[in-house]
């Protein structure tokens, strides 16, 4: 492959960066109509009957296309504020694109206000015929989930009050995280500063030492905050039970399970099916304790190489790689990702000033996307190129339905990426030219079956755990610590020898505001694609039209509807992802075998 740029290209979308004029032009635009919508809402604030066909159509359209810009937007602001924390413009957009969102969200109150009061009779008649097909699902459960909510009056005040109460707290976490600079002294560098971002890739260092001082030099960093930390995490979930409580909604997991269209009995059949399968990821790393020369793994062991000289690869490397073992599944997708790569849609660069962590956004009216990540030169980064550029091609799949069935759940939305993660980390096990670099490859997919069905369940855990706490009151440091470590402890039966007390505040996904426990999805999204990877490995390229298919209709059911539609499976018995996790177990027994 090509030299490529490992900075991404912003000036597509809007050109100049934080100070575009472009961008300016677009919020101030953006604003004004979602104003004007407001007014013909309030004008028209009576009840659709269904002589109203036209009219209600119409709203509908306003409404989608307003929802379409504003994700254009956010995904620009996202970008903007994730490549240089320390960029004041960028925050000082983000602030204003939080006040728009508040008064489309006061719309968006007074809009599903009006879905609530139609009578049944003409809802059937105002969502019938072939102009209303493919939002019919998104207008359905938008009117279902408005008659839990309050008066319209009062969602207003929420989302306006959250403007500089919630979302501004979880706001202030990034601007905590970006002033934090970690010394360490590296045994081959010397002494220098890091960011968070740059300190977390030491984490999987060959070099133990350096894994120990960089996770001690981290929880030193995190415990030196805690206290301002432990006051976000406070306030948002604060905020959030207060509204919950307003709205009657006393099971704090009730908004979440809608978010992801799913049903608890799902959520807990998943979760107690992962229960039955943990002992073998437990010898899985007893094993790799062994092979490390350790009683037990630490906290920062568990995604240690097993080998000192684990092989760095070039951005270009790593790129190809992903491509070429895409086409062998599909080769829409690799000419998808070949295309991503050259044109600069991912930003790869390391450099302090960066956000921690990475993410894939896409732009809806560009019909573009952009990953955001650090490469280090590590085989977790070439798994996260094949994870982002995923959750990318899920979109581009996607592109072309009308906007309302493109609104997948976080669930699904991690499908598409663990899917395309899972093609790389199988052909880099294919591909291991020697016995021990096939037990490395193979540690590197039980790593991340570890990941996702024992440091997620442990977030799970830890942050249910917090909110039922959180309803008596204020959550101390020491608490929060302390509830960090039982949930890891009980997430990894106890087979770890340290733990990351201040991991709650290390992880940005509990700070997050646009969407609660963003924690389980990413296990579900993990099971559900190694269910679906089981199945596209028995049928071949052909289930590759089967898969397109599936991922298309991820805006347009419940979770569900799409697994029996698709798959011919019921998510509520433990029967697929048994099956799911059988082929984790399968990669366990071959990992002991090779190294016993």
């Known amino acids: 492959m090509q030299k490529l740029n ?65 994700d254009e937007a956010s995904a620009f602001v996202e970008c903007i504020t994730a490549q240089n924390i320390k960029d004041e413009t960028a925050l000082i957009r983000s602030n204003r694109l939080k006040a728009i969102a508040a008064k489309f969200a006061a719309c968006d109150a007074l809009f599903e ?115 301002l930390f432990a006051e976000t995490l406070n306030r948002i979930a604060g905020f959030r039970l207060s509204a919950y409580e307003a709205r009657g909604w006393f099971d704090f997991l009730e908004e979440p399970l809608d978010y992801n269209r799913m049903s608890r009995k799902t959520l807990d059949t998943m979760w107690k099916t992962i229960d039955e399968y943990k002992p073998a990821l437990v010898k899985f790393l007893n094993r790799k304790a062994e092979m490390l020369g350790l009683k037990k793994l630490a906290w920062f062991d568990v995604d240690a190489p097993l080998s000192k000289e684990s092989r760095r690869v070039s951005y270009e490397e790593a790129g190809d790689f992903v491509v070429s073992h895409f ?127 024992m440091n997620i369940h442990a977030r799970f855990l830890f942050e249910t755990r917090f909110y039922q706490e959180r309803k008596a009151g204020t959550v101390s440091v020491g608490r929060l610590n302390q509830l960090m470590v039982e949930a890891q402890k009980e997430a990894y039966l106890d087979s770890l020898d340290v733990y990351h007390p201040t991991f709650w505040a290390s992880k940005l996904h509990f700070y997050i505001t646009d969407w609660p426990f963003y924690n389980f999805p990413y296990t579900f999204g993990f099971l559900f694609s190694t269910g679906i990877y089981v199945r596209a490995l028995k049928e071949g390229t052909a289930f590759a039209e089967k898969y397109d298919a599936l991922l298309r209709d991820t805006g347009r059911m419940t979770t569900e509807q799409l697994a029996e539609k698709h798959l011919n499976v019921d998510l509520t018995a433990p029967d697929f992802w048994r099956s799911a996790l059988d082929y984790c177990v399968r990669d366990v027994r071959e990992f002991l075998e090779l190294t016993e």
């Open 6 to 70: 490992q900075k991404w290209d912003l000036d597509p979308i809007f050109p100049g960066g934080s100070g575009s004029p472009e961008f300016t032009a677009f919020l101030e635009q953006l604003e004004s109509d979602i104003s004007f919508f407001e007014t013909a809402i309030n004008v028209g604030s009576g009840t659709f009957a269904s002589a109203d066909t036209i009219l209600f159509q119409k709203i509908v359209h306003t409404y989608e296309e307003l929802l379409k810009r504003l």
């Open 113 to 227: 206000a009006q879905l609530r009061r139609i009578t049944d009779k003409d809802w059937t008649v105002l969502t019938a015929g072939k102009a209303m097909d493919g939002v019919r699902f998104a207008l359905q459960e938008k009117r279902d989930l408005s008659r839990k909510k309050l008066a319209p009056e009062q969602e207003q005040l929420i989302s306006s009050l959250a403007v500089d109460g919630y979302h501004a707290w979880g706001s202030f976490y990034y601007t905590l995280v970006g002033k934090i600079n970690i010394p360490f002294s590296h045994p081959e560098k010397g002494s220098e500063r890091l960011s968070v971002g740059q300190a977390n890739n030491l984490l999987d260092d060959p070099n133990r030492a350096v894994r120990k001082t960089a996770f001690t030099a981290l929880e030193a960093a995190w415990s030196e905050n805690a206290g």
């Open 327 to 453: 086409r062998a599944f599909n080769p829409r997708m690799a000419d998808f990702a070949d295309q991503a790569l050259k044109n600069r849609w991912i930003e790869a660069e390391d450099r302090p000033g960066k956000r921690p962590g990475g993410f894939c956004t896409s732009f809806p009216i560009s019909g573009q996307s952009r990953i955001f990540m650090t490469f280090s030169g590590t085989a977790t980064n070439t798994s996260t190129i094949a994870h982002e550029l995923g959750h990318a091609y899920h979109q581009s799949v996607m592109n072309g339905l009308p906007f309302l069935s493109q609104q997948y759940a976080m669930n699904v939305a991690e499908t598409a990426s663990t899917f395309s993660e899972m093609i790389v980390s199988d052909a880099a096990e294919s591909a291991a030219g020697t016995r021990q670099e096939k037990i490395e490859r193979l540690s590197g997919k039980l790593e991340r079956c570890v990941a996702l069905l």
